[in-house]
C-alpha cells in the first residue's frame, strides 16, 4: 500500500491510498472460504456449494470490505508513525473518485483529516492570574451550626402553638375522619400560620386541605386517597389538634458530641465552633477552586487562541451523529465544542511538557472524595471505613464515572501545573462580592 498526504486549506489534508489486491487477497480468501463452509444453499449440502456460486454471492462485499479496511489501517497507522496531531476522526472525502469492485482489483481511497493546531506556552511569572478566596460569614457559620441542631436535635411537647410547631391531629368532614394527620407550619409563611397561633391541644381550625397541603401526592398521601380521587372533593376539614410539638436543640453536652463527631475530635462547645468554621472554609475553598479553574481556562483559551478546521469538524459532527442533529442545532452548540476540544488540546500539552500522569491511587482518593461529598450531602458527615470502601468499589465500578473521575483529576493537575509556573495573586472577598463575580 502507498500514503500520499495532501495538505488542504483551513487547516485539513488528504490522505490517499491505494491498495492493491496482493494487499487484500489473503484476507478476501479466508473470508470466501468461511461463507462457503456455512452457506446454506438449496441444493447442496452445508459445505459444498461451489466456489463459483460463493464468488458470485459475495465476493465483491468482501472484496470492497476488506480493501477499505486496510485503506483505513493504513491511514491510521500513517497518522500515528508520523506523528499527525488530528482533531475530529478520519472521514472519507468528497473527492473520493468511483470505486469499480465488479472489474478492478486496484483501488485508491481518499480519506480527508483535520489537523490540530500546534499549542504555544510559553508562560513566566509574567502571566498573572486572581485566585479570589472567600472569607466566611456569621450568617454561613450560623447555617452549618442549624444544620447540627436539626439533625441531632428532637421534637418536645408544648402546650401553646407560638410560631413553626409541628402538629398532629384529627381531621374531620362529615363521617370521613383522618387520624394522625400530620401539620408543619415550618413549611407555611406567617399568613397561613396565622388561625393555628394561640391553639391547645383539643382546640379544633377550620382548613383547606388544598392549602395546608401544597402537592396532590402529599393530599392524597392523608387522606388515605388516589391522587386521581382528588378531583371534585370537598377540601374543608375541621382539624382538631392532638399533639403540638416543637423543635429543641440539643444541649452542648458529652452526648452530642459523641452523636455529632462519633471520631471524638470534638468534646467541647470551643472545638465545635472551630470544627463549623473549618467545614465552613472548606466548602468556601470548594467554590474558590472551582471558580479559578473556570478563570484558568478561560485565560489559557485567551492565550493560545487555538486556530481550528471548523467547516471539517461540523461536518464531522453531522456525519458521526448520523443525522441525529441537523446541521442548524449544530451552529448552534459549535462555539462551546470548538471551546471545550481546545481546552482538551491545552491540556493534553501541559500534560506532556510536565510528564503528568494520572495513577490508580488518585483515581481511588478522587472516588472516595466523590463518596464523601454524597453522604455528606444526606447528612452523614462520619461514614464507616468498610460502608465508604463499597461505595468507592460502587463508582469505580461505573466506566462512566471512572471517566469522570480521570477527566476531574487531570484537570486539576494541569491547573496546578500551571498555576506553578504563572504568578497567581489571592485575593480575599467576601461571599456577596464573590457571588458577584461568579
Known amino acids: ?85 488530528t482533531v475530529g476522526d478520519l472521514m472519507p472525502s468528497e473527492k473520493q473518485g468511483e470505486l469499480d469492485f465488479d472489474n478492478g482489483t486496484d483501488f485508491e481511497f481518499v480519506f480527508e483529516i483535520g489537523l490540530a493546531p500546534e499549542v504555544e506556552l510559553a508562560l513566566t511569572k509574567k502571566n498573572s492570574l486572581t485566585k479570589y478566596v472567600i472569607e466566611p460569614n456569621d450568617d454561613m457559620r450560623k447555617g452549618f451550626r442549624s444544620n447540627y441542631m436539626r439533625r441531632f436535635g428532637k421534637l418536645a411537647d408544648v402546650d401553646v402553638v407560638a410560631d413553626d410547631e409541628a402538629l398532629t391531629g384529627t381531621l374531620t368532614q362529615g363521617e370521613t375522619t383522618v387520624e394522625d394527620a400530620y401539620v408543619g407550619l415550618i413549611s407555611m409563611d406567617e399568613e397561613a400560620r396565622k388561625p393555628f397561633i394561640g391553639k391547645k391541644v383539643g382546640d379544633t381550625i377550620e382548613v383547606d386541605v388544598n392549602e395546608i397541603y401544597k402537592t396532590p401526592s ?58 463549623i468554621d473549618e467545614q465552613v472554609r472548606g466548602e468556601l475553598a470548594k467554590e474558590t477552586e472551582f471558580k479559578f479553574t473556570a478563570d484558568m481556562r478561560k485565560y489559557l483559551l485567551e492565550k493560545t487562541n487555538l486556530s481550528l478546521p471548523e467547516e471539517f469538524l461540523k461536518n464531522w459532527l453531522y456525519r458521526v451523529n448520523e443525522g441525529k442533529f441537523s446541521m442548524e442545532e449544530i451552529e448552534k452548540e459549535f462555539p462551546q465544542f470548538l471551546d471545550m476540544l481546545r481546552w482538551d488540546l491545552i491540556r493534553r500539552k501541559v500534560m506532556k511538557a510536565n510528564n503528568l500522569e494520572i495513577t490508580q491511587d488518585d483515581v481511588k482518593a478522587e472516588a472516595k472524595e466523590v463518596a464523601m461529598m454524597q453522604f455528606q450531602y444526606y447528612g452523614m458527615h462520619t461514614v ?40 497567581v495573586n489571592e485575593k480575599t472577598v467576601s461571599p456577596e462580592e464573590f457571588q458577584k463575580l461568579a
Open 1 to 85: 500500500m502507498n500514503v500520499v498526504r495532501e495538505n488542504l486549506e483551513n487547516q485539513t489534508a488528504l490522505l490517499r491510498i491505494a491498495v492493491g489486491e496482493a494487499d487484500y487477497k489473503e484476507q478476501v480468501d479466508k473470508q470466501l472460504k468461511d461463507y462457503k463452509r456455512k452457506a446454506n444453499v438449496p441444493g447442496f449440502r452445508p459445505g459444498m456449494v461451489p466456489m463459483g456460486i460463493i464468488n458470485k454471492m459475495y465476493r465483491k462485499s468482501v472484496v470492497a470490505d476488506s480493501a477499505y479496511r486496510k485503506a483505513t489501517d493504513a491511514a491510521f497507522d500513517y497518522i500515528k508513525e508520523n506523528g499527525i496531531e
Open 218 to 275: 402529599q393530599r392524597a398521601s392523608i387522606l388515605g386517597v388516589k391522587e386521581a380521587e382528588l378531583e371534585g372533593m370537598d377540601p374543608k376539614y375541621t382539624f382538631t389538634i392532638t399533639q403540638i410539638r416543637k423543635f429543641a436543640e440539643p444541649e452542648m453536652n458529652e452526648e452530642f458530641f459523641k452523636l455529632a463527631f462519633p471520631a471524638g475530635d470534638v468534646t467541647t462547645p470551643e472545638q465545635f465552633d472551630a470544627k
Open 384 to 423: 464507616a471505613d468498610d460502608m465508604l470502601e463499597n461505595f468507592v468499589n460502587s463508582i469505580l465500578g461505573n466506566k462512566e464515572e471512572v471517566r469522570k473521575i480521570y477527566d476531574k483529576v487531570g484537570e486539576r493537575k494541569v491547573i496546578d501545573a500551571v498555576a506553578a509556573q504563572i504568578k
